[in-house]
């Protein structure tokens, strides 16, 4: 079912065999266990069009095992590059799954839940050994004369994967000169994983037609 899942029932083998070893409790160990195993630092571009928003364009960079175990399944050439039958196997065998998981991005606007039905435009490359993921999450948004509220939130709910925000540029836009905008990367503090311990980073952002 692609590496996210097999790496994961793997790891809980250990965490079952180690328990019984050493007379530790499989919850407590459980939640040892649960703590990230792949990073993703991620950068978000807002697309508009001349209704208003049309859709986030997200960019995921992941860690160097995540990439290295993502390569040395799907570069089948050993080039260092993904050609497009490549492409097209890592979206079917490692990263469609996640797809029950609302792509680990979870969208409000004006604080109602928004379902991600699908995604367009995938692609994978390798960037000297990093793996990015590049995907369209199509979101259309009328602007108004008051502002309209949107928030994505990123994050695994199992919290196996962790995903950051990038320190530089993590918000771009792209056709957004008609309307006014405010945004802001913050904790949300409504949200919480991992035994309420953990609270996701969230893009905030307001719009509304110039006046």
Not at 146 to 160: C, E, G, L, Q, T
């Amino acid at each position: 079912m692609g590496w996210f899942f097999n790496k994961a029932a793997w790891l809980g083998w250990i965490c079952i065999a180690f328990s019984m070893a050493v007379g530790v409790s499989l919850p407590l160990l459980s939640k040892a266990y649960a703590h990230p195993h792949v990073f993703i630092v991620q950068r978000l571009n807002l697309v508009f069009d001349e209704k208003g928003l049309a859709g986030i364009k997200v960019r995921w960079k992941m860690d160097d095992m995540f990439a290295s175990m993502i390569a040395e399944d799907h570069d089948q050439n050993r080039n260092g590059t993904l050609e497009p039958e490549e492409v097209e196997s890592v979206k079917e065998n490692a990263f469609i799954f996640i797809k029950e998981f609302n792509f680990f991005t979870f969208i409000k606007i004006d604080n109602r839940p928004f379902q991600i039905k699908f995604i367009r435009d995938f692609n994978a490359t390798l960037e000297n050994g990093r793996l990015v993921y590049e995907f369209l999450i199509p979101c259309h948004v009328t602007a108004a004369d008051s502002y309209k509220k949107v928030s994505v939130a990123s994050y695994d709910p199992s919290y196996y994967t962790a995903i950051f925000f990038a320190k530089k540029n993590p918000i771009s836009l792209t056709t957004a000169d008609a309307f006014e905008l405010k945004t802001a990367i913050r904790e949300d503090p409504d949200t919480k994983i991992y035994f309420d311990l953990i609270h996701p980073w969230t893009l905030f952002m307001e719009f509304r037609k110039k006046a």
